[in-house]
């Protein structure tokens, strides 16, 4: 009896990452019989398209460890992540995760926050479309309705934080950038990514910037997110971040939370 479909799709993706996997049953060349070496080669096709995918995805990670490291680090993500989507584009979003436990990766502790950039900055670009807030759309509001705001934020914004210096990292392993020294212990960066319009904006903020704007993500009003900020830095900056935000396309619209949600 012919194994049901499930079973087959899955033992013919168990045979492409196993080269120890004999040739599904079923697959035969044109003498009518299985060919291990025509499998082979559809077997390192899609390995090698794989491969490829990721590359292009994380060209700073790629060019800072070098393209055998990447290889070998990429066939081993690739057995622990298949494709779950048809677009290609999907691939990889689990890279960052992947690389902060794979130990040959452990001598550049900054490597997978590196990597959640760059997933970040991509994620980012493919974003949905969405028409930022002009500065006068807040004109009309009173100081006192300031505390219930919700902020929706536009739906390419995304944020990163490490304990390194990741964002400097980045700039240095992208485009024209030019790597030179990192001082790995000089701090943390916590980095904001969006696309108000054509062009991905990638750039650092301050410590409360970034739990204000973590905090506006979850749907928490103004109130509750300046209070996550200063228990983040009691120096947070609110006129400065909002200012920040608006004019940067970051903020997309508002509305008023309910009193408790306010509280």
Known sequence: MTPPLAERLGGFARALLDPAQPVPPGLVGPDGTPSGRRFGVYRNNVVAGLTATLKDAYPAVHRIVGEEF???????????????????????????????????????????????????????????????????????LAPADLPALRLRLHPSLRLVRSAFPVLTVWQMNVAEGIPGPVDLDAGGEAVLIVR????????????????????????RSMLRAVDDALREDAGFDLAGTLHDLIHGGAVIGFDRATMGEAS
């Open 70 to 140: 990447f290889q070998a680090m990429a066939r081993r993500h690739l057995l622990s992540e298949l494709p779950c989507s048809p677009i290609l584009l999907d691939y990889g979003s689990g890279f960052a995760a992947f690389i902060r436990g794979f130990a040959p990766a452990s001598a550049l502790p900054y490597l997978a926050d590196l990597a959640a950039i760059e997933r970040a900055w991509a994620e980012a670009y493919h974003a949905a479309e969405a028409q930022p807030v002009t500065p006068a759309a807040f004109a009309a």
């Open 196 to 219: 108000p319009e054509a062009d991905v904006v990638v750039r650092a903020i301050p410590s409360g910037s970034f739990a204000f704007v973590q905090a506006l993500s979850a749907g």
